[in-house]
């Protein structure tokens, strides 16, 4: 339930609806720096030297190497100072970090700077979760997050196209460019308009103890590491395919130009599922939510293995139909599943967010490294990995149902 104190001691400055904006926009630099880099991944790989197209996918997995590094970091460090400074230095190394791939002359230079990238974007996007918990809690908390990510993801809908719109008129380094001034823009309007959400009672002390005592606590939690371990599975296997997306419609299916509107359609079922869910969650419940969207995604995976066994790829229409139930039943996932992990855990929102997000994006990464390389000529392997994170999934689900029964 929300917290009607809480909630009026930090909206004098801020209404909910901007509110949400703003969580959205903290979340959003993430996704503008690895969606509007996604048309132009052929031409970086071929500036710095990339001899094998397959490790183009590199440039958007070593991102979510830093953004699952990071929240270690900054995330107790935020129960100790407050959320706002951590933003600022998120932000700060960011733009640092942008510099650094502006000018790589080498993939090993270029992932150097993806990788802190991630870092100073972990940031921002684990405070937003931090910001939200110390507000709300339970499926109210979970509603807030889906509103939060259906506006977070308008920017997966447009960014590839602002990518390509900006590869036409200038060059790739633009784009990096263009994403530190956003990030300058959304650090000026958190600065200005939110509030320390952190009460002075409940910061805690910055030290090896305290960060152990929460680790233990967050690991200890059965609830919490299950639907973290299932979160690490989900993401894993969607970072499959934003990390090969361009080489299965622009290589495999021969669609440049068409790429950027195929993949605003599968971002477009993501956010309209996470939409619905904002509505559902309070009448169906989190849990709940989560068992239907897992078997779903469970039998997509499965009708496309079995119909598609040979390596043929279907008509690009009949794949952007598959994409798109399996990623409306991943929008259903994504915030339940981080909502229902932290819920135990409010008083320690920053560290538990910290840790969580680190467990499922250090799982999501070598995931998404070995599947990725399988999906050259044909998208079957994709949906092959898509279905063993599924069943997975679905055996933590079930032993989680066993264990709350004992």
């Known amino acids: 339930m929300p917290n009607p104190a809480k909630i009026s001691q930090y909206s004098s400055k801020i209404s909910q609806f901007e509110f949400v904006a703003l969580m959205a926009a903290l979340m959003s630099i993430a996704a503008l720096a690895l969606d509007a880099l996604l048309p132009a991944l052929e031409i970086i790989g071929l500036d710095i030297g990339v001899t094998d197209p397959i490790d183009n996918q590199l440039l958007v997995i070593m991102i979510f190497l830093g953004l699952g590094i990071g929240p270690l970091f900054f995330g107790p460090i935020s129960d100790t100072l407050g959320r706002k400074p951590i933003v600022y230095m998120g932000f700060g190394l960011f733009v640092l970090s942008s510099f650094i791939c502006i000018y790589a002359q080498s993939l090993e230079v270029m992932l150097l700077g993806r990788i802190l990238q991630g870092i100073g974007l972990s940031a921002p996007r684990t405070i937003s979760i931090a910001i939200v918990r110390d507000m709300y809690d339970g499926d109210y908390m979970a509603r807030i997050m889906s509103f939060i990510t259906v506006v977070f993801i308008l920017v997966p809908v447009i960014a590839p196209t602002m990518g390509k719109l900006i590869m036409d008129y200038y060059d790739w380094q633009t784009i990096f460019y263009v994403q530190a001034v956003f ?3 959304v650090s000026l309007w958190f600065w200005k308009r939110q509030s320390e959400t952190l009460k002075p009672e409940n910061k805690v002390s910055l030290s090896v103890k305290a960060f ?7 690991i200890l939690q059965k609830q919490t590491i299950g639907y973290t371990l299932i979160s690490g599975f989900i993401v894993g296997s969607f970072l499959v395919y934003l990390s090969a997306s361009q080489q299965i419609f622009e290589i495999q299916y021969g669609l440049k130009e068409e790429f950027p509107y195929i993949f605003a ?4 079922s993501i956010g309209s599922a996470i939409y619905l869910n904002g509505t559902l969650v309070i009448r169906l419940g989190m849990k709940r939510l989560i068992h239907t969207s897992l078997y779903v995604f ?15 790829n279907p008509h690009v229409g009949i794949l952007i139909g598959f994409f798109c139930i399996q990623f409306a039943a991943i929008g259903f996932l994504f915030g339940n599943l981080r909502a229902v992990a932290m819920e135990p855990l409010g008083h320690i929102a920053g560290m538990a967010a910290a840790i969580t997000g680190f467990i499922s994006t250090i799982m999501a990464v070598p995931i998404s490294i070995f599947i990725g390389k399988f999906v050259v000529t044909t998208v079957l392997p994709l949906f092959i990995g898509f279905l063993i994170c599924a069943v997975l999934s679905i055996i933590i689900l079930l032993v989680l149902k066993i264990s709350t029964k004992k």
């Open 183 to 185: 990030s300058i823009l």
């Open 212 to 218: 152990t005592n929460g680790f233990k606590e967050v």
């Open 265 to 268: 359609a599968t971002a477009i």
């Open 298 to 312: 469970f039998a997509v995976s499965l009708l496309y293995v079995l119909l598609y066994s040979s390596g043929i």
